[in-house]
């Protein structure tokens, strides 16, 4: 008899979706968005943008102000720097991963000097090399520091209130913006607490709507630095913005986005934001005790290889030299219909990345992981057989 074909898109069963983002959207958030359009200015769509835009600032634990926009976390990354910064300023980026490294290409491109904190990827930045850099600008050149608190390459966290205190240690003023769009509505974040100048977020991950809106929370430090900011801007012009009736948006508001918005704030805070942060933790947990002991027998292993940046939203895993990670993304596809995130930039083959972020449960998880050790097992790749169980122990641990 010949081998059954290849599975292809046609494969049963749902889809798992375990890509650190875009994430899997609730069913009753697809629904919400399934609504007839309506007039953005109308008084019962305005009462619930109100809503919505009082939801984000709670998530964001702040009570300053936001400015939303439609288009991607590259709108957000955007607005933050054009409505703060002028031609020819310095911003220094911890350089953790693609994603840091992005935000500072952009940087460059809109005539901006960028300065980076150079660290071994698996490691990530030391808090002191951020105070030294900022104690070296006797001049005041640096007028922003621009850190990813979750580094979605490399699944590694960077502790933001450190970098708080590492500027504070160098008395410096430079404004603190920070990328949260694979952290938001997934670890703690303190907006007011930790003195955070921009926060930048985006819909398609720990608030599990579809791509296409991004925030960026905005103190009112920032918006004394959007009064002298020289940077060419238009459509994501905070000022121009802030005059409007919504707040936000130049042009038509993305009203069905919203529907789903308030809905994904419903679901937030029906489960509790420290609860929500608490199961992302503890997802987190089973995957990284499931990677621990593929590594066995030389198999895979966490790209984190410091513990106390291990993520809580999406886990990096290192394939055993002369291994393609990409060959286990599409076997995991193609026979088991699990979706994986593969290796940005350099990392591209080396690592595959498990997203565990957003409308996730343990069956979920384990479900994951069970298609990836078959993957391993089908493609020779040396690992430990039983991660699933660690995976599993670990999550009954406290039973
Ligand atoms: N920053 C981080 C940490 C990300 O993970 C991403 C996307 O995955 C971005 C920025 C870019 O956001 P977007 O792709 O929504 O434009």
Redesign the pocket.
Known sequence: MDAPAPMTKKARGRLFFAN??PTNIPDSILHAIGHVAVDFHDPDFMKMYDECWEGVLRVMKTRQTMFMYT???????EAALVNTLSAGDTVLIPET?A??A??GTMATDLSLVVQTVACDWRQGVEMSAITAALKADTAGKIKAVCA??????TGMHLPIDQVRAAMDAAGHKALLMV?????LGCMDLRMDEWKLDVV?G????GLMLP?GM?FTGVSEKAMKAAETSNLPKHYLNWRAMAARKQRSFIGTVPTNQFYGLRESIRLIEEEGLENVFARHTRLARAVRACVRHWSGNNGPQLFCANPSRESDS?TAVLMPEGFDAEVIRKTTMQRFNVSLGGGLAKLNGRVFRIGHLGDLNEPMILGTLAAVEMALKINGVPHAPGGVAAAMASLTADA
Do not use: M
């Not at 990813?148 to 390459?153: A, C, L, Y």
């Not at 990328?179 to 952290?183: A, E, G, L, P, Q």
């Not at 985006?202 to 991950?205: E, F, I």
């Open positions: 650190p983002g288009g991607s976390g590259h709108a957000a990354w991963g994603f840091s992005s935000w990813v608190q979750n580094e979605t390459s990328d949260t769009i694979s952290s930048v985006g819909s398609q991950k791509t991004a999406v």
